[in-house]
C-alpha cells in the first residue's frame, strides 16, 4: 500500500516514502529489473484507497508487478482477529472489484498478466 495509515495498522515498518526512496536509489546503481508487490483486501481499506495505491505504484513505470489479496493464515495475528471479531476487511464483492480493478489498471499501462497475481512489461 502507499497509504501510510494502512502500512502502520497491518504493523509494516516503511512508508510510502521509504518506497520511492528505494526504488530511486535501485534506479540509481544500475538496477533495471525491479518489481513491487501490492497486497489488496488489507483491514479498513477502501477500493479507492486501493486504487490510488495501484496508480502510484504504476506511475513508477517498473517492469513488474505483483498483486496479492491478502490471505489470512493460521496463527497470524490477523487470522486470531478475524476469529475474534476484531478485523474488519472489505467483502469479498470489493475484493474481487479491487483485483479486476488491478487487471484493468495493468493492462491499461501495456502490462500483461502472465499469471494470477503477476504483471509485466512485453518482453
Known amino acids: ?8 495498522k497491518i504493523g509494516r515498518i516503511h512508508r510510502s516514502a521509504d518506497v520511492y526512496r528505494a526504488i530511486a536509489n ?3 546503481v544500475g538496477f533495471e529489473n525491479i518489481s513491487i508487490d501490492l497486497i489488496f483486501r488489507l483491514p479498513q481499506q477502501s477500493e479507492a ?3 490510488d495505491s495501484l496508480k502510484q505504484a504504476i506511475d513508477l513505470d517498473l517492469p513488474h508487478y505483483s498483486t496479492y489479496s ?4 493460521k496463527k497470524t495475528i490477523f487470522y486470531n482477529l478475524m476469529r475474534q471479531g476484531k478485523l474488519r476487511l472489505p467483502s469479498q464483492d470489493v475484493e474481487a472489484h479491487m483485483y479486476q ?3 484493468d489498471s ?12 503477476n504483471f509485466a512489461k512485453p518482453g
Open 106 to 117: 495493468f493492462q491499461q499501462a501495456g502490462l500483461e498478466q502472465y499469471e494470477i497475481s
Open 26 to 28: 535501485a534506479r540509481q
Open 1 to 8: 500500500s502507499f497509504n501510510d495509515d494502512i502500512l502502520k
Open 101 to 103: 480493478n488491478a487487471i
Open 70 to 73: 491478502l490471505i489470512l493464515e
Open 49 to 51: 484507497d486501493f486504487m
